[in-house]
């Protein structure tokens, strides 16, 4: 079995603050994305990506960018804060780009603006 | 048009009666569907998905889900239910992205409570 870790588990930050998010497989898989929940919400994709430095985006990507400089990680930047913004932000794994691949998430990053 | 709609943002129900989850998805094409569970305080994991084939699909903790072409849904179904499956059950569905890469499509999750 693998595991993803995401880091931060919790994020304060300010209004208009460049805030960087962590993700971490040891699955050895392809394929890699970031999730937001929001309250009361379903899961909105913000970037995905389906293997070293390549980036694909979500629909909901403007306001934030993305890396991927290895096949094991897998960064989340938003770009300006909003004040006031909460929510949790997943990131998750998938053996390939390809058809009905299971999605393996990390337990979360939770941001709250302050 | 690619998305999911899960109508019912909460279900509460006793332990030991049948649930069911209602699940209907807008794709042009064949779907491939998915459920998965996140129980209070943990991310999300995967229960079972339909891919072709067998309309009734089986997936862990005893949940089962029915693909309907005819009504466009995958309803996830679970008899008896037990104060454990207390949980948010997403459904999902598997559409494409920007140069045809597949991406899962989630809808808003339906909060289910179930009291012992």
């Known amino acids: 079995g693998g595991i993803i870790t995401q880091t931060p588990k919790f994020l304060i930050g300010q209004e208009g603050q460049k805030l960087t998010l962590k993700c971490q497989q040891n699955f050895n898989h392809d394929t890699m994305y970031w999730y937001r929940q929001d309250s009361g919400k379903g899961l909105r994709l913000i970037y995905y990506?389906?293997?070293?430095?390549?980036?694909q985006k979500g629909d909901l990507s403007e306001g934030y960018d993305a890396s991927r400089e290895k096949k094991s990680s897998f960064s989340l930047t938003v770009t300006s804060a909003q004040k006031n913004e909460m929510a949790v932000f997943l990131c998750a794994s998938s053996l390939d780009w390809g058809d009905q691949n299971t999605l393996y998430f990390g337990a979360g990053t939770r941001l709250s603006v302050l | 048009a690619q998305s999911v709609d899960q109508p019912d943002a909460h279900v509460t129900l006793s332990e030991g009666a049948s649930l069911e989850l209602r699940c209907s998805y807008s794709y042009s094409a064949a779907p491939y569907l998915f459920w998965y569970v996140q129980y209070p305080g943990q991310s999300l994991q995967f229960l079972l998905k339909y891919i072709t084939g067998d309309t009734v699909v089986k997936g862990t903790k005893g949940f089962e889900a029915e693909f309907r072409k005819s009504n466009s849904s995958f309803n996830l179904k679970k008899s008896p239910a037990h104060w454990s499956d207390s949980a948010k059950y997403f459904c999902a569905l598997e559409g494409r992205g920007q140069g045809g890469s597949a991406k899962l499509i989630f809808g808003e999750g339906t909060k289910l409570t179930v009291s012992s």
């Open positions: 990506s389906i293997t070293e430095n390549d980036l």
